[in-house]
């Protein structure tokens, strides 16, 4: 199994806006990556995408004589991985009318691509039940508590090198780090799930963790922070305040006091000081999420949904996010009130458009601001991006 590739079916546009800068397999969950994860349960293979055009320049797609394909969409677990090993040639492995797996040789796939049809193949059908899957916003949140578990697994498997800290406070499910974390003065919580913490990773004195918990490396909690289970820091981001089940990815700041929970965050994103989302309606009813594939708010079956916003954008000191809003990419929030719930890409206050070059350059100073650098072709794909929102930020802009 040594070329595999990742493919992004039409349910990347129901993970929009996380997916417009990345394939589905860039989405963080758990610990590490989707693509990661396989990565981990592949070592020796090759690994490529197959993803939205726009996406392409930046992950191109590798075809070999012999190939697997996997929906990108999919989580491991042994069930699905003892299924991909004794995959045959030109077989596929589908659950109802989902394709998550086919072994296709290079005329087929060449078939695939130029005609969007498989033929000749055999199908293997399995249950969706067995199908670890994320093919909406808020089941990235449903799995991350259980994506941390199994993320820890994986690499402990691997042979990666996390160390069982034995001073803890209470539970039973333990504390891992790597690079010595100093946890001096924090308090740590097992009950309900490990806390892990990766190398260079920093967790200042009077902090509160209670697992399932992941800190990326190099990201930083700072002091008297309060974060609750099913929530992922991801690598080099910043928080502070209160956390609960949330999702930040890499790179973004919560660095002051507000409450953030059940949350996605995406990468180079800001929130000012006192930045809250509500997450639960005052009626306790059912919360409604704006999907990009329908352009319409869809019931998400969660009484408790909170604030699911794009990369490099970014809000005011203040902000009280009202729960199931969606933020595009590059939007800058700044209202006196309760913003929309639903906030296009690239937008700069309440409804007007942001400058492209003006969104590119803050982004530039948001990766100055971690000491990094935006890398090539990112500006690029921003542009692109900027042009495929137009038409629904048109509807919203006045």
């Given at each position: 199994?040594?070329?595999?590739?990742?493919?992004?079916?039409?349910?990347?546009?129901?993970?929009?806006?996380?997916?417009?800068?990345?394939?589905?397999?860039?989405?963080?969950?758990?610990?590490?990556?989707?693509?990661?994860?396989?990565?981990?349960?592949?070592?020796?293979?090759?690994?490529?995408?197959?993803?939205?055009?726009?996406?392409?320049?930046?992950?191109?797609?590798?075809?070999?004589?012999?190939?697997?394909?996997?929906?990108?969409?999919?989580?491991?677990?042994?069930?699905?991985?003892?299924?991909?090993?004794?995959l045959g040639l030109n077989q596929a492995i589908l659950s109802g009318d989902e394709l998550l797996a086919a072994r296709?040789?290079?005329?087929?796939?060449?078939?695939?691509?130029?005609?969007?049809?498989?033929?000749?193949?055999?199908?293997?059908?399995?249950?969706?039940?067995?199908?670890?899957?994320?093919?909406?916003?808020?089941?990235?949140?449903?799995?991350n508590s259980e994506e941390i578990s199994n993320d820890l697994v994986r690499y402990q498997k691997s042979g990666h090198?996390?160390?069982?800290?034995?001073?803890?406070?209470?539970?039973?499910?333990?504390?891992?780090?790597?690079?010595?974390?100093?946890?001096?003065?924090?308090?740590?919580?097992?009950?309900?799930?490990?806390?892990?913490?990766?190398?260079?990773?920093?967790?200042?004195?009077?902090?509160?963790?209670?697992?399932?918990?992941?800190?990326?490396?190099?990201?930083?909690?700072?002091?008297?922070?309060?974060?609750?289970?099913?929530?992922?820091?991801?690598?080099?981001?910043?928080?502070?305040?209160?956390?609960?089940?949330?999702?930040?990815?890499?790179?973004?700041?919560?660095?002051?006091?507000?409450?953030?929970?059940?949350?996605?965050?995406?990468?180079?994103?800001?929130?000012?000081?006192?930045?809250?989302?509500?997450?639960?309606?005052?009626?306790?009813?059912?919360?409604?999420?704006?999907?990009?594939?329908?352009?319409?708010?869809?019931?998400?079956?969660?009484?408790?949904?909170?604030?699911?916003?794009?990369?490099?954008?970014?809000?005011?000191?203040?902000?009280?996010?009202?729960?199931?809003?969606?933020?595009?990419?590059?939007?800058?929030?700044?209202?006196?009130?309760?913003?929309?719930?639903?906030?296009?890409?690239?937008?700069?206050?309440?409804?007007?458009?942001?400058?492209?070059?003006?969104?590119?350059?803050?982004?530039?100073?948001?990766?100055?601001?971690?000491?990094?650098?935006?890398?090539?072709?990112?500006?690029?794909?921003?542009?692109?991006?900027?042009?495929?929102?137009?038409?629904?930020?048109?509807?919203?802009?006045?």
């Open positions: 199994m040594d070329n595999i590739i990742l493919f992004d079916s039409e349910i990347r546009n129901h993970l929009l806006p996380f997916t417009f800068l990345r394939p589905v397999s860039e989405l963080r969950i758990g610990m590490m990556t989707i693509r990661e994860k396989w990565q981990m349960e592949f070592p020796t293979a090759r690994f490529s995408h197959i993803t939205a055009e726009h996406l392409e320049p930046q992950y191109p797609i590798f075809i070999a004589e012999d190939n697997i394909l996997i929906n990108s969409a999919m989580l491991p677990n042994d069930h699905v991985v003892a299924l991909l090993k004794d296709l040789d290079k005329s087929q796939f060449d078939r695939l691509i130029g005609q969007n049809e498989l033929d000749e193949l055999e199908g293997v059908l399995i249950a969706s039940d067995q199908i670890p899957f994320v093919s909406r916003l808020w089941q990235l949140l449903d799995r090198a996390f160390v069982e800290y034995a001073d803890r406070s209470r539970g039973s499910h333990g504390v891992y780090v790597q690079g010595g974390a100093d946890l001096t003065d924090v308090i740590l919580d097992t009950t309900y799930g490990p806390i892990v913490i990766a190398e260079e990773a920093t967790i200042l004195p009077g902090s509160m963790l209670s697992g399932p918990i992941s800190i990326g490396s190099g990201a930083r909690v700072k002091m008297g922070s309060m974060i609750y289970g099913g929530t992922t820091v991801g690598p080099h981001s910043m928080v502070a305040g209160e956390v609960k089940n949330s999702l930040i990815m890499a790179n973004s700041n919560k660095a002051h006091e507000g409450y953030l929970g059940d949350s996605v965050i995406g990468s180079w994103c800001n929130l000012g000081a006192l930045t809250s989302n509500s997450n639960l309606k005052n009626s306790f009813g059912e919360i409604k999420l704006w999907d990009y594939a329908t352009e319409a708010l869809e019931d998400t079956g969660l009484t408790k949904c909170g604030l699911f916003m794009g990369d490099y954008s970014r809000s005011a000191i203040h902000t009280t996010f009202n729960s199931g809003t969606v933020v595009g990419i590059s939007s800058n929030v700044m209202t006196a009130g309760f913003p929309a719930k639903f906030i296009p890409s690239f937008i700069w206050g309440e409804n007007r458009m942001y400058d492209l070059p003006k969104a590119i350059k803050a982004g530039r100073s948001l990766h100055a601001f971690k000491n990094q650098t935006m890398v090539a072709g990112e500006a690029d794909l921003l542009n692109r991006v900027f042009d495929l929102t137009a038409a629904l930020r048109a509807k919203f802009v006045k």
